[in-house]
């Protein structure tokens, strides 16, 4: 017999918007899988086939930046833990700026910890490759290397990119700075960048 | 030895901006494996490590809508094939009008196409499973089924849905009657959707 967590019932509960206890026989009943909770819950009838999977828990706010000639296009989720920051005029205008700096900067990643493993081993190799032949020794390689992948991170990580407005400042420092001032975590939580051509 | 066509090679020069007769090298080398390819470049220097991999290759436009909550947010990507429809005011507008239905109706998928096989086969199961004690002939079932299936779709799929201004009218007819109008494809590239709560 599975453990049914509280947690666990809570998720079930916001997936279907069943009630409790349906959402916690259902859990018993499959030994703990959401998944088939939910689609048990859903064939009962309890659950409705549309309703949206999955929803984010905190607070904060949509933003999107267009550029003027319509070809690259930035959506921004911009997490804090109250409504009353996401308020906020500035931390608005903070999603604005993040947003065009996605649009004009280009980033693949948020963090550092969101790039794959294989990616990074795959960047190191590159660089290996690169000086293979430079007579330069294996632990002077090693650093430069190093100091390539950081430079790698500051391309295609949001947080350590420079700001476009202000390179001497990079992007975490600049929402460091707003924690500091609001007193309370602000977090990116996912973007898309669309561009044609 | 691998067949490596002018396309592919058009291909990597687009992802490497390296030379024609590099790319061309490269292909032969490693038996025409694109991202082998690519990665050869890499590690000879040729080819810059953040040059973004697969763009997009039509004309088109990337719109947004945010709700006034701004709690909602969409990113759209609206193909054409010229960029004078591009900049046609009208698509533009259509491509808001799009957007707003994505926020509003809040789709998964464009086309009925992009619904994962197994999806579907869950959801005949979940009707099936419904009706099971109906006392009703298999045949009547399984009409039944096929409507209900017909109704996921349109709740699921952008392309089917009724418009959320006009219900008479499916978003599929609202782009065919632009597409009629332009004399030329309009086709939605992909779309993003973000929610917070």
Same mark, same amino acid.
């Given at each position: 017999? &599975?453990?049914? =967590? #509280?947690?666990?019932?809570?998720?079930?509960?916001?997936? =279907?918007?069943?009630?409790?206890?349906?959402?916690?026989?259902?859990?018993?009943?499959?030994d703990?899988?959401?998944?088939?909770?939910?689609?048990?819950? %859903?064939?009962?009838?309890?659950? #409705?086939? =549309?309703?949206?999977?999955?929803?984010?828990?905190?607070?904060? !706010? !949509?933003?999107?930046?267009?550029? #003027?000639?319509?070809?690259?296009g930035?959506?921004?989720e911009?997490? =804090?833990?109250?409504?009353?920051?996401? %308020?906020?005029?500035?931390?608005?205008?903070?999603?604005?700026?993040?947003?065009?700096?996605? &649009?004009? &900067?280009?980033?693949?990643?948020?963090?550092?910890?969101?790039?794959?493993?294989?990616?990074?081993?795959?960047?190191?190799?590159?660089y290996?490759e690169?000086?293979?032949?430079?007579?330069?020794?294996?632990?002077?390689?090693?650093?430069?290397?190093?100091g390539?992948?950081?430079?790698?991170?500051?391309?295609?990580?949001?947080?350590?990119?420079?700001?476009?407005?202000?390179? @001497?400042?990079?992007?975490?420092?600049?929402?460091?700075? @707003?924690? &500091?001032?609001?007193?309370?975590?602000?977090?990116?939580?996912?973007?898309?960048?669309?561009? !044609?051509?």
């Open positions: 017999m &599975a453990d049914v =967590t #509280s947690d666990m019932i809570k998720e079930l509960r916001e997936k =279907t918007q069943a009630g409790m206890l349906d959402c916690k026989k259902a859990l018993v009943e499959v703990g899988d959401m998944d088939k909770a939910v689609e048990m819950l %859903r064939k009962k009838g309890l659950a #409705s086939a =549309t309703k949206k999977m999955g929803r984010e828990a905190s607070e904060g !706010i !949509i933003a999107s930046y267009i550029h #003027s000639n319509m070809k690259i930035v959506l921004l911009l997490r =804090t833990v109250t409504d009353f920051v996401a %308020r906020n005029e500035d931390f608005q205008n903070l999603a604005k700026e993040l947003s065009m700096q996605i &649009a004009a &900067a280009n980033p693949l990643y948020i963090n550092i910890e969101d790039v794959p493993a294989e990616d990074i081993e795959k960047e190191r190799e590159i290996r690169q000086m293979k032949d430079s007579g330069k020794p294996e632990n002077v390689i090693e650093k430069i290397v190093e390539k992948l950081s430079k790698y991170y500051s391309d295609v990580c949001l947080l350590e990119q420079e700001y476009i407005k202000d390179p @001497k400042v990079r992007i975490k420092d600049l929402i460091k700075e @707003k924690i &500091a001032i609001y007193g309370e975590n602000i977090e990116v939580g996912k973007f898309s960048r669309f561009q !044609i051509g």
